[in-house]
């Protein structure tokens, strides 16, 4: 006769074990969290996380990019006609590890309003199992926003780093040299052609941010607006999904970003202004660059040519992640902006393209970056033929 087996008793000893570390481990979760209370997302962690996943680089290279920068600033200011102080001209060359630094720091200042309702919608739940969640999930928060910033430091050329938060003094100029050097490899192009265009990009955001009064009490006026949807937001979890589902429901495939679809009709309002704004902004910058690119770069038809032939062939996990995270609105922004700076400047030249920084009521709408001729007519009285 066989021998009864014993593994239904082995696997409730495992079982028992397994209960136990669960238990143990959210003691221990819970002490840290009375002692150290977690923020909604763990900006150090996100700093570790960037830190164990992007290489550190020693060269910089910051005489030559300040070099530029000085070169091109003069063409920048008589093309656009606007003017900032020299101060604000100074740049930073950073490798990845940099860029994603400054900008988990530029984030976790963005979203600091938020701290004070996400801590007093938690603070109720003094649970072991509840203080462990709440601290587990600040720590995956902060490896979240770590590896999607070190992803994106891995692209990134250059940035104009408003400092949207406070009032104190200008952004600033960061440009990110290891992806300019693999860049040029990459696509074979000269090294100081492709920096010198960039840097006309950015340096044409340094012209918008501190040259236009309106701009930057504009910007931070749609964020704080923003904000204020997403402290709602978070102060009524309860029914959250229904009401997300039931919106995108609403949609009925309609176009757009899914971003847009789990929107409520103020965040929607929100959004399209910050669009709209965007759109100007990265438009001009890219008429700008493009403009005096062709005027100061002898072989600027082929970089020109090879690096929008590059955003166009985007590898698919690249795509795939601009989708899932919603950055492809930013490259819409671009796209949309430049077409319709094109058209205004068809039209009636850098004069009727400089009415946009006259006055923030000049900012054209979502309906009206499809369709400049309205812009044209609100702002001028004038058809655009």
């Known amino acids: 006769m066989p021998k009864k087996s014993s593994r239904p008793w082995l696997w409730a000893v495992w079982l028992g074990i397994g209960v136990v570390v669960v238990r143990a481990g959210a003691a221990f979760f819970a002490h840290r969290e009375r002692q150290t209370p977690t923020q909604m997302i763990d900006w150090q962690m996100a700093q570790r996380t960037a830190s164990h996943l992007l290489p550190a680089t020693a060269h910089t290279n910051q ?8 070169a091109v600033a003069p063409a920048v200011a008589a093309l656009t006609q ?27 200042r963005m979203l600091q309003p938020l701290e004070p309702v996400y801590q007093s919608m938690v603070q109720h739940d003094t649970s072991d199992w509840g203080l462990s969640a709440r601290h587990l999930n600040g720590k995956v928060a902060g ?3 770590g590896a999607l910033l070190s992803w994106l430091a891995g692209r990134v050329l250059g940035q104009y780093d408003v400092a949207f938060m406070h009032d104190d003094g200008p ?14 490899a990459e696509q074979q192009v000269d090294i100081q052609a492709l920096r010198e265009w960039i840097v006309i990009h950015e340096v044409s955001h340094v012209f918008q941010f501190e040259g236009v009064p309106w701009l930057r009490p504009h910007l931070r006026s749609l964020l704080d607006r923003v904000l204020a949807t997403m402290a709602e937001h978070l102060r009524q979890p309860a029914g959250g999904i229904p009401h ?40 001009h910058s890219n008429y700008v660059m493009n403009h005096l690119g062709a005027q100061r770069i002898p072989a600027f038809a082929t970089l020109h040519q090879r690096l929008s032939q590059r955003q166009a062939t985007r590898p698919a996990l690249d795509q795939l992640v601009l989708q899932l995270t ?12 430049e077409v319709f700076i094109n058209a205004i400047v068809a039209a009636g030249g850098p004069a009727l393209l400089n009415l946009l920084w006259q006055s923030a009521s000049h900012i054209p709408t979502r309906a009206e970056l499809r369709q400049p001729a309205h812009w044209v007519q609100r702002v001028t009285g004038q058809e655009l033929h």
Do not use: C
């Not at 005489?63 to 000085?70: E, K, M, P, S």
């Not at 970003?257 to 929107?263: Q, S, T």
């Not at 919603?326 to 902006?337: A, L, N, P, T």
């Open 63 to 70: 005489q030559t990019y300040q070099t530029l920068v000085d």
């Open 326 to 337: 919603g950055m492809q609105v930013k490259m819409e922004q671009y796209q949309q902006g």
């Open 82 to 108: 606007l003017h900032v102080p020299p101060s604000a001209l100074r740049v930073r060359v950073v490798d990845q590890q940099g860029w994603a630094h400054a900008n988990i720091h530029a984030f976790a």
């Open 244 to 283: 997300v589902l039931q919106r995108v429901l609403r949609t009925d495939g309609a176009a757009g970003h899914w971003l847009e679809w789990i929107l409520t009709d103020t965040q929607r309002q929100v959004f399209d202004e910050m669009q709209a704004v965007m759109s100007l902004i990265e438009g």
């Open 171 to 184: 952004g600033e100029l960061l440009l990110v040299e290891p992806n300019m050097m693999r860049l040029a």
């Open 143 to 145: 490896i979240q926003s």
